[in-house]
């Protein structure tokens, strides 16, 4: 089992945005950052490990990450896929047409429910790693990059901080449990 990248804990549950890091946290740390994907079930739990490489250094790590603009990206290449029919016209001839691909049909293809796609292409919700690989192959499109992981440095002197890091969160923690 995964230890929660935030407290320590046992039972990673989530994996939420925070800061633009992706981190494996437990359900008490959820509501530190953004929920991308719930771990839930047995399988999912196997799958978080396979994708931090621990044995690199964390400033050399290249993990996979969904483009920005995803949905918009599925929606225009689903549209751009002329799907050709013939109609038979008012003078009985046979006429050669071509209209885009709907929803239920790309759902089809990728073996997943029209739902779920819609919630994608509307941005709603994001797609795992295997199931944007499907759509890629179905689409002809690239929604899966290699990114390098970064590790900014904190600042040593306290004078010019803006934004609230992990540090700060759980000094917030701390002292709301002394309290």
């Known amino acids: 089992m995964v230890d929660c990248d ?13 800061e633009g890091a992706k981190m494996a946290v437990c359900p008490r740390c959820a509501y530190h950052g953004k929920i991308l ?8 739990e196997q799958e978080a490990p396979a994708k931090i490489d621990y044995s690199t250094p964390r400033q050399f790590r ?20 002329k799907i050709a029919y013939e ?16 929803i239920d049909e ?31 192959k179905a689409l002809g499109i690239k929604l899966v990059e290699k990114v390098e992981v970064s590790v900014t440095p904190t600042p ?3 004078g010019g901080k803006t934004e609230l890091t992990l540090f700060d969160m759980m000094e917030m923690q701390k002292k709301k449990k002394e309290k």
């Open 87 to 102: 109609e038979v016209n008012e003078y009985g001839k046979k006429e050669k047409k071509a209209r885009v691909m709907t």
């Open 156 to 158: 040593k002197s306290g």
């Open 106 to 136: 790309l759902a089809r293809k990728v073996n997943e429910k029209a739902s779920w796609l819609d919630r994608v292409e509307n941005e709603r919700m994001e797609p795992t790693l295997e199931e944007a690989k499907k759509l890629e």
């Open 37 to 44: 994907h719930s771990l839930e079930g047995g399988e999912a």
């Open 62 to 81: 290249v993990e996979d990450e969904i483009v920005d603009g995803y949905g918009r990206k599925i929606r225009r290449a689903r549209e751009a896929v």
């Open 6 to 18: 935030i407290c320590g804990r046992k039972g990673v549950a989530f994996i939420i945005a925070v």
